[in-house]
Antibody
Framework: EVKLVESGGGLVQPGRSLKLSCAASGFSFNDYWMGWVRQAPGKGLEWIGEINQDSSTINYTPSLKDKFTISRDNAQNTLYLQMSKLGSEDTAIYYC????????WGQGTLVTVSS | IQLTQSPSLLSASVGDRVTLSCKGSQNINNYLAWYQQKLGEAPKLLIYKTNSLQTGIPSRFSGSGSGTDYTLTISSLHSEDLATYYCYQYNNGNTFGAGTKLELK
């Protein structure tokens, strides 16, 4: 069974950084592109970015390119999202998903940016 | 590529045939997927590459389209289909549509 479990969310002050993790199991992690998507409270889905199997290609939505960094550790079957200079607009549930078509999703981790 | 979904809210009855629209600002080359999101849950992939049904998804869901215009059809609405539906293009600079909320009439 494909399983994705996000962690690392919580309350963070404006201007600070936070790193999210996504632990994958039930499939061969290093065979798939992986992606991150977020959803602000009561809003729609926003694609953040994606990373290919060997980390040689990483794509971001333009508005987040300078704030967020996606990485992966294939030995640990884990995907990461490093977020910096966080603002209230970054308050959202953050999801990781498998594949360039986002076929499987985790349950998400909530990040709240507030003083 | 911007995606415009219509309508934003759709009221329908159990048993209705329902059609949701997604229009791109440029050619999407069929790299279009549809997701269902129920309240408090993660999105679930229904359709990928315009018309390929994801494993485990009921056959009452189908997708069609080409170029800039795509459609998700539910042939006979079930009560458990009440949710918000998002289209997503992964052809160029991946983006989601704003969603169509499907409610019971």
């Amino acid at each position: 069974e494909v399983k994705l479990v996000e962690s690392g969310g919580g309350l963070v002050q404006p201007g600070r950084s936070l790193k999210l993790s996504c632990a994958a199991s039930g499939f061969s992690f290093n065979d798939y592109w992986m992606g991150w998507v977020r959803q602000a409270p009561g809003k729609g889905l926003e694609w953040i970015g994606e990373i290919n199997q060997d980390s040689s290609t990483i794509n971001y939505t333009p508005s987040l390119k300078d704030k967020f960094t996606i990485s992966r550790d294939n030995a640990q079957n884990t995907l990461y999202l490093q977020m910096s200079k966080l603002g209230s607009e970054d308050t959202a549930i953050y999801y990781c998903a498998r594949g360039y078509n986002l076929a499987y999703w985790g349950q998400g981790t909530l990040v709240t940016v507030s003083s | 590529i911007q995606l415009t979904q219509s309508p934003s809210l759709l009221s329908a009855s159990v048993g209705d045939r329902v059609t949701l629209s997604c229009k791109g600002s440029q050619n999407i080359n069929n790299y279009l997927a549809w997701y269902q999101q129920k309240l408090g849950e993660a999105p679930k992939l229904l359709i990928y590459k315009t018309n390929s049904l994801q494993t485990g998804i009921p056959s009452r869901f189908s997708g069609s389209g080409s170029g800039t215009d795509y459609t998700l059809t539910i042939s006979s609405l079930h009560s458990e289909d009440l949710a918000t539906y998002y289209c997503y293009q992964y052809n160029n600079g991946n983006t989601f549509g704003a969603g169509t909320k499907l409610e019971l009439k």
